[in-house]
């Protein structure tokens, strides 16, 4: 069983805030996954359900960001898990927008639902960092993050919701990088720059390589021949 955890603030007025993208993220996994409708328990909205072979219980405390701990403690101990069995998202400031990355343990970097999670259940969880960029100013940052995202915004954020459904068995079993790999694959998809030919597009550079290249003296003895002609 793992408890996967958003962090946000609960009411419309923050529904479409940088700062409630890890409600977002939830919204999408107990969507795309088919996960219970959600109940209020432990001071939170929870659904239940699975993400592969993993039972998961998700979590968006409404008790507001710098009080998210109360809620998260309340679930961890009920449920009997360990801080090793919490996954929390939520917003980072510190990674360009579309970036993923996951972790366990470290500082809360100010972030206030990190740290009031950090003082109910200790620092020993996993976290994924959501990237929303910062606005360039430490004065800026409260506003910034308590803003809506942007409508020039939403297409790399849907990206990055669907990367994390993509990833979500990876998640709940503890694989990061094929979490991260999930989303990065949604933001930043291979493509053929349209320059060759899907065959062309499809040979190593090594086989182009073994091509021999045209004799040089071919293009000479063509020219030649069409000069004779027109004598």
Known sequence: MKLIVGLGNPGAKYAANR???GFMALDRLADDHNFTPWKARFQALTSEGRLGNTRATLLKPQTFMNLSGQSVGEAMRYLKLTPDDVIVLHDELDLVPGK???KKGGGHAGHNGLRSIHQHIGAEYHRVRL????????????????SDFA?????WLDDVMRGISDGGAALATGDGGRFQNAVAARVNPARNSGT????????KPAQRA????PAP????DKLKSLTDRFK
Do not use: C, M, W
């Open 19 to 21: 700062h409630n993208i």
């Open 100 to 102: 993923a990355r996951v």
């Open 210 to 213: 073994e091509k021999p290249a």
């Open 196 to 203: 060759e030919t899907p065959e062309k597009a499809s040979e």
């Open 131 to 146: 990237g929303i960029g910062h606005p360039g100013h430490k004065d800026r940052v409260a506003g910034y993050v308590l």
């Open 217 to 220: 003296t071919a293009f000479a």
């Open 151 to 155: 409508k020039a915004e939403q297409d």
